[in-house]
């Protein structure tokens, strides 16, 4: 099993894995008419969602693995960023609603 994360806005697609490492880029030719400097802007914004998103869902894989994470007892924020599985505040909410209940445990 791969965890990935995606994100999609105005003609760019990634996918990336936990930690953002880059998989995928697809650009519109849309996309492309915007410019250099909107595009860049388009392309981090897209990764550093689909990192939230990919980031989530490495978590709860080893929270079903090792337990809580995160809770009492569990790894800090810190850990968690140390681990590459760290988010930026308001990114993890929407990660987190993105997550299909079946995924859930």
Same mark, same amino acid.
């Given at each position: 099993?791969?965890?990935?994360? *995606?994100?999609?806005? /105005?003609? +760019?697609? +990634? $996918?990336?894995? &936990?930690?953002?490492?880059?998989? *995928? #880029?697809? #650009? *519109?030719?849309?996309?492309?008419?915007?410019?250099?400097?909107?595009?860049?802007? *388009?392309?981090?914004?897209? +990764?550093? $969602?689909?990192?939230? %998103?990919?980031?989530?869902?490495?978590?709860?894989? #080893? %929270?079903? $693995?090792?337990?809580?994470?995160?809770?009492?007892?569990? @790894?800090?924020? /810190? %850990?968690?960023?140390? @681990?590459? #599985?760290?988010?930026? $505040?308001?990114?993890?909410?929407?990660? %987190?609603?993105?997550? &299909?209940?079946?995924?859930? +445990?």
């Amino acid at each position: 099993m791969s965890i990935t994360g *995606t994100a999609r806005h /105005a003609g +760019v697609t +990634v $996918e990336v894995a &936990p930690g953002g490492a880059l998989r *995928t #880029l697809e #650009l *519109t030719a849309d996309a492309l008419r915007g410019g250099g400097p909107r595009l860049a802007d *388009t392309i981090l914004r897209a +990764v550093r $969602e689909a990192a939230a %998103e990919a980031n989530e869902r490495a978590r709860r894989a #080893l %929270e079903a $693995e090792l337990g809580d994470l995160g809770g009492s007892g569990g @790894l800090s924020g /810190a %850990e968690l960023s140390r @681990l590459g #599985l760290g988010t930026e $505040e308001g990114l993890a909410d929407r990660a %987190e609603n993105t997550t &299909p209940d079946t995924w859930r +445990v």
